[in-house]
C-alpha cells in the first residue's frame, strides 16, 4: 500500500469509515449531507461518463486487484482513493454480493425549474425504491429529460434507487420534493394520468407533441386533486382478470407508447 501512496484502513474507530457507515445507513445523513454513494464500476462509469468527479474512490482489499476497479481508480490521487478491508467495506456496502468499488459523490443538483415546461414526468408517492429507479431508467430511454418528485416520493438518490436506475440518473434533472399542484400551471402540453380506471385506451389517445404524464401511488393511484388537474386520463388495456399493473411496468408502456408515436 505504501508504494502506491495509499493507507489501508483496518480499524471502524476511523472517523473517515464512520462517516461512510453513517451515509451508507441513512437517508436522513445522504439529504443532510448532499452526497451519495454510487456502488459498482457500471454506475461510477456512467457517473464520470457524464462529466461526474467523484469525491472519494472507496475500493476492498480484494477488490483492487480486479482490472475493472484498477481501470476506474488510475488517475486518481491518493487522495482520493480509500482501501478499506474487505470486512469494513462489506459493512458499507449496499448489494448481498459485494462490488468492490464504492464512489462518494455530491448529489447532483438540477438548474432552475424551467418557467414553461414542455415535457416531463411527474412521479406521485411512489415509495418502493425499486420501482422509482425503474421509472427514471425508462424515462432517460424514451428521451425524456425532467422528472418531477412529490414528497412523499422514495429519495432518488437512496443505493436502491441509483441501482435500479442503473445510471439514468445522470442524464435528467431530477427535482425533488416538488409540489405537483403548484408545478401544474407551467406545464405548457397536455398532462396525462395513467389511470386503471379510465375509459380511454392509452391506444386510442394521440401522444405526438409535448405533454406531461403523472403516475401516482403504487396503491392508491394518482391523487383526486391532480387527477383533476390533468387534461386526460388513459388505462392500459389488459387482456384476463388482472386488475392492474406495477407501476414501473404501466410507466415504461406509456412512455414507449409515446415514443413509438413519435416515429
Request: hydrophobic share 45%; proline share 5%; with cysteine.
Amino acid at each position: 500500500m505504501s508504494e502506491l501512496g495509499l493507507t489501508l484502513i483496518r480499524s471502524r474507530d476511523n472517523p473517515r469509515f464512520k462517516l461512510l457507515r453513517q451515509l451508507a445507513g441513512s437517508t436522513r445523513e445522504r439529504r443532510k449531507a448532499g452526497l451519495a454513494l454510487l456502488d459498482g464500476a457500471h454506475l461510477i462509469a456512467a457517473y464520470r461518463a457524464s462529466g461526474g468527479v467523484p469525491q472519494q474512490l472507496i475500493l476492498s482489499e480484494s477488490g483492487m486487484s480486479t482490472a475493472e476497479i484498477a481501470q476506474l481508480a488510475a488517475g486518481v490521487s491518493a487522495q482520493g482513493v480509500l482501501i478499506l478491508t474487505d470486512a469494513l467495506f462489506n459493512d458499507i456496502a449496499q448489494v448481498v454480493t459485494p462490488t468492490g468499488i464504492i464512489a462518494l459523490i455530491r448529489t447532483p443538483e438540477p438548474g432552475p425549474l424551467p418557467a414553461a415546461i414542455e415535457s416531463c414526468v411527474m412521479l406521485e408517492n411512489i415509495q418502493d425504491a425499486g420501482n422509482l429507479g425503474s421509472i427514471l431508467r425508462s424515462t432517460a430511454a424514451a428521451g425524456i429529460s425532467i422528472v418531477l418528485l412529490s414528497r412523499g416520493c422514495a429519495f432518488p438518490w437512496s443505493p436502491k434507487v441509483l441501482r435500479a436506475g442503473m445510471g439514468a440518473h445522470f442524464s435528467l434533472d431530477i427535482f425533488d420534493n416538488a409540489d405537483l399542484a403548484m408545478i401544474m400551471p407551467r406545464l405548457s402540453g397536455r398532462v396525462i394520468c395513467a389511470s386503471g380506471h379510465a375509459p380511454k385506451s392509452l391506444y386510442q389517445a394521440d401522444l405526438r407533441g409535448p405533454l406531461a404524464w403523472v403516475f401516482g401511488n403504487e396503491g392508491a393511484g394518482v391523487s383526486a386533486g391532480i387527477s383533476a388537474a390533468a387534461t386526460e386520463q388513459l388505462r392500459i388495456p389488459m387482456a384476463g382478470k388482472t386488475e392492474s399493473l406495477n407501476v414501473a411496468a404501466a410507466a415504461a408502456i406509456c412512455l414507449f407508447e409515446q415514443l413509438r408515436q413519435k416515429g
